[in-house]
């Protein structure tokens, strides 16, 4: 083993103390708290993947499944994708004609983003078992998904384009700003200023007080920071700084906490309010970790170099945040492929960029019931 793990009991208790004295107690993510994120442009629900695959046509792959189906249940369907011949496709999965759309799965429904001009978008949604889409918004920004997407609750969270005409030439201008929008009022708004450095793919994270994105500095040649948002107020501020970066790359930030990798192999727990730290997993040798959190639960991986430069996979645990509890998961790891994980849909996401797939908890630990609580 080249990994030193502080496990069980003596970590739940160290972590109690280390945030108790009377004030709070760890008690890890609600089995019920309501959270997911885009991964790679796929999205995810308790049963598998969507995605937007070969001629603009959305397609679900099951769970624990290597092969993907059309969304569109009508035996009949000869599934035409949309075009100029066909602008209104009755197919289901058919997405639209000649603009780009973005599309995203949250408890029941398929919400589309489609961008059918330079200066707005608009929003529809399905239910996956339903008839079709119905519009439900237009809103004044371009949707800019692969910047960033998340559900949190019953608010919805995305990277936007302010676009405007400048110059006689008629040249664009852009702004990039991350929107807010309520699923049960159907009501919008700008959480955040401007956001002058760019926005890291897939790196948005949402607190029930706070908006965090991962961002690079365009004053520091690309180094990476963090921001964080109040989303009462719109304040913003510097979370991680590009030096503290170096030492504490958060991994996943929680109300109270923040669970980081400090890139020289150590996995710790910050407690937001009194800055110390407990570290949970501790790398005892050569080699790099790649370590992912999701709810109460952390998946990491350990790497070795070779002497031709790539790299190799070691090692790859599953770590119960909560309880301490860990498994050694490394030949499901290589037999599945598996890059990430999703406490809130309880799978493990495996595959390439364009082929993603997930398979469930059970099948990875080898245990029935939920693991993740």
Same mark, same amino acid.
Request: net charge negative.
């Given at each position: +083993?080249? !990994?030193?793990?502080?496990?069980?009991?003596?970590?739940?208790?160290?972590?109690?103390?280390?945030?108790?004295?009377?004030?709070?107690?760890?008690?890890?993510?609600? *089995?019920?708290?309501?959270?997911?994120?885009?991964?790679?442009?796929?999205?995810?629900?308790?049963?598998? !993947?969507?995605?937007?695959?070969?001629?603009? +046509?959305?397609?679900? %792959?099951?769970?624990?499944?290597? *092969?993907?189906?059309?969304?569109?249940?009508?035996?009949?369907?000869?599934?035409?994708?949309?075009?100029?011949?066909?602008?209104?496709?009755?197919?289901?999965?058919?997405?639209?004609?000649?603009?780009?759309?973005?599309?995203?799965?949250?408890?029941?429904?398929?919400?589309?983003?489609?961008?059918?001009?330079?200066?707005?978008?608009?929003?529809?949604? +399905?239910?996956?078992?339903?008839?079709?889409?119905?519009?439900?918004?237009?809103?004044?920004?371009? /949707?800019?998904?692969?910047?960033?997407?998340?559900?949190?609750?019953?608010?919805?969270?995305?990277?936007?384009? *302010?676009?405007?005409?400048?110059?006689?030439?008629?040249?664009?201008?852009?702004?990039?700003?991350?929107?807010?929008?309520?699923?049960?009022?159907?009501?919008?708004?700008?959480?955040?200023?401007?956001?002058?450095?760019?926005?890291?793919?897939?790196? +948005?994270? !949402?607190?029930?007080?706070?908006?965090?994105?991962?961002?690079?500095?365009?004053?520091?040649?690309?180094?990476?920071?963090?921001?964080?948002?109040?989303?009462?107020?719109?304040?913003?501020?510097?979370?991680?700084?590009?030096?503290?970066?170096?030492?504490? %790359?958060?991994?996943?930030?929680?109300?109270?906490?923040?669970?980081?990798?400090?890139?020289?192999?150590?996995?710790?727990?910050?407690?937001?309010?009194?800055?110390?730290?407990?570290?949970?997993?501790?790398?005892?040798?050569?080699?790099?970790?790649?370590?992912?959190?999701?709810?109460?639960?952390?998946?990491?991986?350990?790497?070795?170099?070779?002497?031709?430069?790539?790299?190799?996979?070691?090692? /790859?645990?599953?770590?119960?945040?909560?309880?301490?509890?860990?498994?050694?998961?490394?030949?499901?790891?290589?037999?599945?492929?598996?890059?990430?994980?999703?406490?809130?849909?309880?799978?493990?996401?495996?595959?390439?960029?364009?082929?993603?797939?997930?398979?469930?908890?059970?099948?990875?630990?080898?245990?029935?019931?939920?693991?993740?609580?």
């Amino acid at each position: +083993m080249i !990994v030193k793990k502080i496990l069980g009991l003596v970590v739940v208790m160290s972590w109690t103390l280390l945030l108790g004295c009377g004030k709070k107690e760890f008690t890890g993510v609600s *089995e019920d708290y309501r959270y997911t994120e885009m991964y790679r442009m796929s999205t995810f629900s308790p049963t598998g !993947v969507f995605f937007r695959g070969s001629s603009e +046509m959305v397609f679900f %792959r099951p769970e624990d499944a290597k *092969e993907a189906v059309l969304l569109c249940y009508d035996p009949n369907c000869i599934h035409e994708p949309a075009s100029q011949y066909n602008p209104d496709p009755t197919c289901r999965a058919a997405l639209f004609p000649d603009v780009k759309t973005y599309i995203a799965y949250y408890e029941g429904y398929i919400y589309y983003f489609v961008n059918e001009d330079l200066f707005s978008h608009k929003i529809y949604k +399905m239910e996956v078992d339903g008839a079709g889409r119905v519009p439900v918004a237009e809103i004044p920004y371009t /949707a800019e998904i692969p910047g960033g997407m998340v559900f949190c609750e019953d608010k919805m969270y995305y990277i936007v384009a *302010e676009r405007t005409s400048v110059g006689e030439m008629g040249e664009l201008e852009s702004k990039n700003y991350v929107l807010e929008y309520d699923l049960k009022s159907d009501k919008y708004r700008i959480v955040t200023s401007q956001i002058t450095d760019g926005p890291l793919g897939d790196a +948005m994270q !949402v607190t029930k007080d706070y908006l965090y994105l991962n961002v690079t500095s365009s004053s520091e040649n690309g180094a990476i920071y963090v921001k964080r948002y109040n989303l009462k107020t719109t304040e913003e501020e510097v979370f991680i700084s590009t030096k503290e970066y170096q030492t504490h %790359r958060p991994i996943r930030v929680y109300d109270d906490y923040y669970v980081y990798y400090d890139t020289s192999g150590k996995i710790g727990i910050r407690d937001l309010d009194t800055g110390k730290d407990t570290i949970i997993v501790e790398q005892d040798g050569e080699g790099w970790l790649n370590p992912v959190a999701s709810g109460n639960g952390l998946f990491y991986r350990i790497y070795e170099s070779k002497e031709d430069g790539s790299t190799e996979l070691s090692e /790859a645990y599953f770590y119960n945040i909560l309880t301490g509890e860990e498994w050694d998961i490394t030949d499901k790891v290589t037999e599945f492929d598996i890059k990430g994980y999703d406490a809130y849909n309880k799978v493990f996401i495996c595959g390439s960029f364009t082929d993603t797939c997930v398979v469930s908890e059970a099948k990875v630990l080898g245990v029935k019931g939920d693991v993740s609580e």
